[in-house]
């Protein structure tokens, strides 16, 4: 029997490693459903709606480090995958989708379900290519799959129906294409210029991301050598933050005051693999050396004063011999001393509060941090979930923790942890999920259901799209538009064949959560949470405290008052002004 096109891809895509191929099936991409089928060797993930499909991708391949792959039929099928091949994309992670398209014939006849993803897809992914004639495979393949797993990226290969079933006109498939592994470093010229920087300072600030990945040895000799407090960013926690005596906390807008008092009161800001993106979280009057594998994000949030290209492990290794050990530890211990204070502050509002309802957030988060196994894979939604998750989720170089941190997706975390469980069949992966988030794709709940997969999800039920009201209040806005009319979570759960539990007394928390821990399958435990507790930034400006106040006038003006009397409750006076 002639190999089709198809045949070509599985067989290349085999050889590459890929264990299982995420999506949803359909007419048009029905020749690579079935060649999955006759090869038997791969799994096919079958989710409920595409947009998961590319999340639970991008989840495995940033877990594992290696190609995952998503796939989708033409027109509707395909452009769901987009929202999540967006995230993937901004995470950098090698994610390989396989987008099915109308007859050949057909194109630009305006046909049913007609698209043109060949261009849709351009912007959130570093290679996109439709294959018009079989002459261009497995060329287009090995081109795409060389790039999403050099520059762990996104690559998109666009595939009429009819081209699948085309007989392969070259007989050889791929072989395996290994990820590079270059030794990137600064000149030596350069390196010696910010080592006399480096030197010359004596209030140094380290500030970390996720391009701190695999340099923790190198981080701490250098944060040690310093003298350095080191902060991180959001992606760099899981990276950064274990067994690391340095640790400052988060800054931005979900950080701690402590991370942003170290990076404001340094006279030299070091950054190492991270693209943090708010320019009003960088010190005014530091100098800045910025060091990055990727030369196009030097300077784009702050003014730097020396930008190096690099691989941060490489460039340590190499900068280290040319650093003066320095013996003053005051601007040190003073940063670690405000995190102290911070840690103690935020563990005193992780409490069961003499089991008053509704539930402090903090206290869920504090309990999942506690009762989750030594290396849980952790997912968490936007919004408040992934403020929680940052606070209280102790990272120890086992555990992991994924979110859409750099694009911000809502209903994120289950999509993500159906990725995660699929890769790490044995590990416990547990999700952070928002009311909204969860509620958003609540259908691929049935996805864990039919696939068996053993997803504790902990549902932050508020009825409210609390992140969005905590932004409102800052503008000066009344909350408008962020009521959420929830059915019970849990009873939906137990009405699919899944464990669900309803919490709404924070002494019958923790055994909720170890009986849903212990259980084999998948477990909901919705969680009635206090809607008015405020995640407060590390630093309030002045535009934001107007915005509070006027929020206040607002509210009383327009009958809201109550709000205020709830917000009071719940938010001391002390916590809006510390």
């Given amino acids: 029997m002639a190999k089709t096109i198809a045949d070509l891809i599985v067989e290349s895509l085999r050889n590459a490693g890929v264990k299982r191929v995420y999506g949803l099936p359909g007419d048009s991409l029905n020749g690579f459903t079935d060649a999955l089928r006759r090869d038997g060797t791969m799994e096919w993930v079958h ?7 590319a999340f639970a991708a991008g989840a495995d391949a940033h877990l594992t480090g290696s190609l995952a792959v998503c796939a989708a039929s033409c027109g509707p099928g395909n452009l769901h995958l987009i929202n999540g091949l967006f995230d993937c994309h901004r995470n950098r992670v090698p994610v390989l989708a396989i987008a099915a398209h109308i007859p050949s014939a ?44 050099n520059l762990s990226g996104v690559s998109v290969i666009v595939l009429p129906g009819d081209v699948l079933l085309h007989n392969a006109v070259a007989e050889h498939n791929l072989v395996p294409i290994r990820s590079a592994q270059p030794i990137i470093r600064p000149n030596d010229d350069e390196l010696r210029d910010a080592a006399e920087i480096l030197n010359a300072g004596t209030k140094i600030t380290i500030l970390g991301g996720a391009g701190c990945k695999g340099a923790h040895k190198e981080l701490i000799a250098t944060a040690e050598a310093l003298k350095s407090p080191i902060v991180h960013a959001l992606r760099g926690k899981e990276y950064i933050e ?13 950080g701690f005051s402590s991370g942003y008092r170290a990076m404001e009161d340094c006279d030299v800001l070091l950054m190492l693999g991270t693209d943090f993106p708010y320019p009003q979280f960088f010190p005014r009057h530091a100098k800045v050396i910025q060091i990055d594998l990727r030369g196009n994000q030097i300077g784009r949030r702050t003014k730097v004063d020396l930008g190096l290209v690099g691989s941060i ?36 509002l992780a409490g069961p509060d003499e089991n008053k309802t509704p539930i402090h957030p903090q206290y869920v988060a504090k309990l999942i941090d506690r009762l989750a196994a030594d290396d849980a894979i952790f997912t968490c939604d936007v919004g408040t979930p992934t403020v929680w998750s940052a606070r209280y989720l102790t990272m120890n170089g086992r555990r992991r923790l994924l979110g859409s941190f750099s694009h911000g997706s809502m209903a994120c975390a289950v999509p993500q942890a159906i990725g995660a469980q699929s890769a790490f069949p044995t590990r416990q992966v547990v999700t952070l999920s928002g009311d909204g988030g969860l509620a958003m794709m609540l259908g691929d709940l049935l996805t864990l259901r039919q696939l068996k997969l053993p997803i504790k999800m902990v549902v932050f039920n508020n009825g409210a799209l609390a992140f969005v009201e905590l ?42 959560l170890r009986t849903a821990f212990a259980t084999p399958g998948p ?49 001391v006076l002390q916590r809006i002004l510390s």
């Fill in 523 to 571: 477990a909901l435990i919705e969680v009635m949470v206090n809607r008015q507790e405020l995640s407060m930034p590390p630093h309030i400006s002045l535009d934001q405290m107007k915005g509070f106040s006027l929020y206040m006038a607002r509210s009383v003006l327009s009958g809201r008052g109550d709000e205020i009397i709830d917000l009071a409750k719940t938010n």
């Fill in 47 to 53: 989710v409920r709606n595409e947009e998961v499909a």
């Fill in 242 to 254: 274990y067994d690391n005596p340095y640790d400052v906390g988060l800054t931005g807008l979900i």
């Fill in 313 to 348: 492990k490489d460039t340590l290794s190499a900068l280290l011999p040319l650093l003066t050990t320095k013996t003053n530890r005051a601007h040190l211990d003073a940063k670690i001393e405000d995190y102290k204070k911070v840690r103690e502050g935020l563990n005193e």
């Fill in 106 to 149: 057909e194109i630009g006849t305006n046909y049913f379900q007609e698209t043109h993803p060949q261009n849709l897809f351009k912007e959130c992914s570093d290679y996109c290519e439709m294959v018009g004639v079989p002459e261009q495979m497995p060329r287009v393949l090995e081109i795409a799959m060389r790039t999403a797993i």
């Fill in 471 to 512: 932004e409102m209040k800052a503008g000066g806005i009344v909350n408008y538009a962020t009521d959420l009319d929830n059915p019970s979570f849990a009873d939906l759960a137990n009405s699919i064949g899944i464990h669900g539990v309803h919490v709404d007394q924070p002494n019958n928390l923790e055994s909720a």
